[in-house]
């Protein structure tokens, strides 16, 4: 295959989101213009202009024409997705990390960083289809349940629950109406990086520095695989065609200048779901990776690396011939 | 609704299908007789199959030469979401304001094909760790003797003879592996400790990273005698069944590129090296009897059977 080079962003990727139809995509760096692309072509379509620092997570709503973007400088706003307008900020004195959408987008599931002595916590906003009556009400707060930084919070089935993953290595289920603690694991040694679900929402994948990543069942929080690599880990995704995993990370990005790129192991690593296996690897990177998604239609899938690059894969026949 | 030409379906040939030939000597007649006017670009079809006929001249070297093109058409129907079809043309904003595609220097297809590299086993790589660990181990060893002023029996003349410390025999290296440090640096550093780790001994890095001179000369048996058409791939055969093979070179002429008839076969173990000579010296190959040494190293070695 030949990978699509974005070469939109000026600094290290943070997250990269398709919409529901596979045709857009959004990503987020640390510069402060998340950028909208065609997801087949690799055409950029336009920058958000507004935010003031990095930003860390977005969302994209259902129909694709409303973006929610979090950043570093303390704000979350309401983006028009297709003419880049902004059209709400809400408005904090914390870094404010991942967002995502409710299901019906009635709500928003933010988390916020630990700064100036507020402790990291997790918000619940309300979201409102008809912009005119946007305001910025906050339904939840926990922020007595997690000592280090929530990187990663989602939604569960129905809005009833969501989960959190956190730098101490725990992942965390809430009751999303009253915001009581219903479970929590220890699944990892380090610090975990990045969480997320699978297509049906039925198991949770996280990457962690301590080299795993894990595969967890939703609703009971059993481990049911562990995918062993050599590198530290960023971003896992799982793949909604094929029972594949994707993994990416590699060394700390402050010892990259260190070594030789093979040494620094950022290519794109494909484990097998059931067997934990690894199959193969996709290099192009030269720096770590950020970031790893796949299209809603598992045939392409994107990766954002700290080298500032976006790369889009379309697999070819040789992946799908693959029988595993 | 999309049309697709595919290149597969493109076939060139020069020779035509009568009818067409026909028509195209009767409308073109007049045109062909003047060499420099080229009669005009000519589309058959779509036919029933979907087939097109596209017909076009042109000159080269000299001569006109009618080039004949079938493609056939094909219409592939896909069904998208309307969000999609109304998100295929959406106007730029913010920085992409008033750039097309190549205008925008920002995606860029790349030209080098990269693959889904496959793996065996991840086993490989804990060993290769392994590999690294004991590598690591060593050199520290070797670093805090050599600080502590320990100095033990010299390897060989080969090894260490000039070199201004020496190494006590527990520490000294199997015949197959390299003296851990023939010119590198001696302090190694745990990766991310942020002192320099050269690139032969990081992590991952392959532990293959040998000298030449050591390549050389580990059990290396000379063949003489060999025919002139003798190729890597007969030695091979003809050694391989007496174990691991890690080098075979075979003198070739400067000027002529003709064989020369002697080559260099290096086993990956000793014992196994030795067999093949005791098997295959005296042996009749290609009507020529071989004879099979060990080498000369290029440095005296007392203790291999040196010549």
């Given at each position: 295959m030949r990978p699509l080079l974005l070469k939109g962003h000026t600094r290290p990727l943070?997250?990269?989101?398709?919409?529901?139809?596979?045709?857009?995509?959004?990503?987020?760096?640390?510069?402060?213009?998340?950028?909208?692309?065609?997801?087949?072509?690799?055409?950029?379509?336009?920058?958000?202009?507004?935010?003031?620092?990095?930003?860390?997570?977005?969302?994209?709503?259902?129909?694709?024409?409303?973006?929610?973007?979090?950043?570093?400088?303390?704000?979350?706003?309401l983006w028009n997705l297709t003419t880049g307008e902004c059209i709400f900020t809400f408005k904090f004195d914390i870094p404010c990390r991942s967002v995502s959408f409710s299901l019906g987008e009635e709500y928003l599931?933010?988390?916020?960083?630990?700064?100036?002595?507020?402790?990291?916590?997790?918000?619940?906003?309300?979201?409102?289809?008809?912009?005119?009556?946007?305001?910025?009400?906050?339904?939840?707060?926990?922020s007595d349940a997690h000592p280090g930084r929530i990187t990663r919070a989602m939604w569960g089935p129905l809005n009833k629950t969501f989960v959190t993953s956190c730098e101490d290595g725990m992942v965390r289920k809430f009751d999303a109406a009253s915001g009581k603690l219903l479970n929590e694991v220890k699944v990892h040694e380090k610090s975990i990086q990045m969480m997320d679900l699978d297509s049906e929402g039925n198991t949770i994948i996280t990457a962690s520095l301590d080299k795993k990543s894990v595969l967890l069942d939703f609703e009971t929080f059993d481990i049911l695989k562990t995918y062993q690599t050599d590198r530290p880990l960023n971003t896992a995704a799982i793949s909604p065609l094929k029972d594949h995993i994707a993994l990416g990370g590699g060394q700390d990005a402050a010892s990259?200048?260190?070594?030789?790129?093979?040494?620094?192991?950022?290519?794109?690593?494909?484990?097998?779901k059931i067997f934990q296996e690894m199959f193969g690897t996709v290099r192009g990177h030269f720096g770590p990776l950020n970031f790893v998604a796949f299209s809603p239609n598992g045939k392409s899938f994107t990766t954002g690396g700290e080298d500032g690059y976006v790369r889009i894969h379309h697999l070819d026949s040789e992946y799908f011939d693959l029988d595993l | 609704m999309v049309s697709m030409m595919r290149w597969g379906d493109t076939l060139e040939d020069d020779d035509f299908d009568e009818l067409t030939a026909q028509a195209l000597v009767a409308a073109n007649a007049a045109p062909a007789k003047q060499v420099e006017k080229l009669p005009p670009k000519q589309v058959f079809g779509p036919d029933k199959d979907g087939v097109k006929t596209?017909?076009?001249?042109?000159?080269?070297?000299?001569?006109?030469?009618?080039?004949?093109?079938?493609?056939?058409?094909?219409?592939?129907?896909?069904?998208?979401?309307?969000?999609?079809?109304?998100?295929?043309?959406?106007?730029?904003?913010?920085?992409?304001?008033?750039?097309?595609?190549?205008?925008?220097?920002?995606?860029?297809?790349?030209?080098?094909?990269i693959f889904l590299e496959r793996v065996k086993t991840s086993k490989d790589n804990t060993r290769k760790d392994e590999n690294?660990?004991?590598?690591?181990?060593?050199?520290?060893?070797?670093?805090?003797?050599?600080?502590?002023?320990?100095?033990?029996?010299?390897d060989g003349p080969a090894f260490g003879a000039n070199k201004a410390y020496k190494v006590p025999a527990s520490v000294r290296r199997g015949p197959g592996e390299r003296p851990p440090d023939e010119d590198g640096p001696s302090s190694l550093a745990k990766p991310g400790?942020?002192?320099?780790?050269?690139?032969?001994?990081?992590?991952?890095?392959?532990?293959?990273?040998?000298?030449?001179?050591?390549?050389?000369?580990?059990?290396?048996?000379?063949?003489?005698?060999?025919?002139?058409?003798?190729?890597?791939?007969?030695?091979?055969?003809?050694?391989?069944?007496?174990?691991?093979?890690?080098?075979?070179?075979?003198?070739?002429?400067r000027e002529t590129r003709e064989s020369r008839g002697f080559a260099f076969i290096n086993f990956v173990r000793k014992d196994e090296a030795q067999r093949a000579?005791?098997?295959?010296?005296?042996?009749?190959?290609?009507?020529?009897?071989?004879?099979?040494?060990w080498a000369a190293p290029r440095e005296p070695r007392p203790q291999q059977e040196g010549r």
């Open positions: 943070t997250f990269i989101k398709y919409n529901v139809d596979g045709d857009i995509l959004i990503s987020c760096a640390k510069d402060h213009r998340p950028t909208l692309w065609y997801a087949d072509t690799g055409e950029r379509i336009g920058t958000y202009k507004g935010h003031n620092g990095a930003t860390w997570s977005c969302d994209i709503t259902r129909d694709s024409k409303r973006l929610v973007t979090a950043s570093a400088d303390s704000t979350v706003k599931l933010l988390t916020t960083d630990a700064f100036m002595g507020t402790p990291p916590a997790v918000r619940i906003l309300k979201h409102s289809r008809d912009i005119e009556e946007q305001q910025h009400e906050e339904v939840l707060c926990i990259v200048t260190t070594t030789a790129g093979q040494a620094g192991k950022f290519e794109v690593v494909f484990y097998h | 596209i017909v076009e001249y042109k000159v080269e070297g000299g001569h006109k030469v009618k080039v004949t093109k079938k493609v056939r058409v094909t219409k592939k129907q896909m069904k998208t979401n309307k969000g999609v079809l109304e998100r295929r043309n959406l106007g730029k904003f913010g920085e992409a304001v008033g750039l097309n595609a190549e205008q925008e220097r920002t995606t860029m297809s790349m030209t080098e094909d690294f660990d004991q590598l690591q181990a060593l050199a520290t060893t070797k670093a805090l003797l050599r600080m502590s002023g320990i100095s033990g029996k010299p400790s942020g002192q320099y780790v050269p690139p032969s001994l990081r992590a991952g890095a392959s532990s293959a990273g040998e000298t030449m001179r050591t390549r050389r000369d580990e059990n290396s048996v000379r063949v003489t005698n060999l025919s002139e058409d003798t190729k890597e791939q007969d030695l091979l055969e003809l050694f391989g069944p007496f174990g691991a093979i890690s080098r075979i070179y075979i003198a070739y002429d000579i005791n098997k295959l010296d005296g042996y009749g190959y290609d009507n020529l009897i071989l004879r099979v040494e």
